[in-house]
């Protein structure tokens, strides 16, 4: 499976990725439902540049609530290799 996990789209949050439900807020939910038309029970990849790559399957909660629960990781963050100052 990890050979087909680029098929899944890729969507970055600014919540932290440790695992659990996480709430979509209101234009990722529009994008995930009305734009990729992905379904109830569909993955995604989620990232927020700090916690690596989960992979994440989502629930619809009413018309309009997306919740993606996290399954696990599929990439680590990587380390920085150099420093910024």
């Known amino acids: 499976m990890n050979d087909d996990l680029y098929k899944f ?3 970055y949050l600014s919540a932290p990725l440790n695992g ?3 709430p979509l807020c209101d234009e ?4 995930i439902r009305n734009v990729l038309r992905k379904a109830d029970g569909d993955c ?4 927020n540049g ?4 989960w ?4 629930f619809y909660e009413g ?10 990781q599929v990439k680590q963050q990587p380390q920085r290799k150099r420093h910024v100052h």
């Open 28 to 31: 990722h939910a529009h994008y």
């Open 44 to 47: 995604v990849r989620l990232f």
């Open 9 to 11: 789209p890729r969507l």
């Open 63 to 72: 018309k309009r609530g997306v919740i993606a629960r996290t399954q696990k």
């Open 55 to 58: 992979l994440a399957q989502l």
């Open 50 to 53: 700090m916690d690596g790559e």
């Open 20 to 22: 659990g439900d996480i």
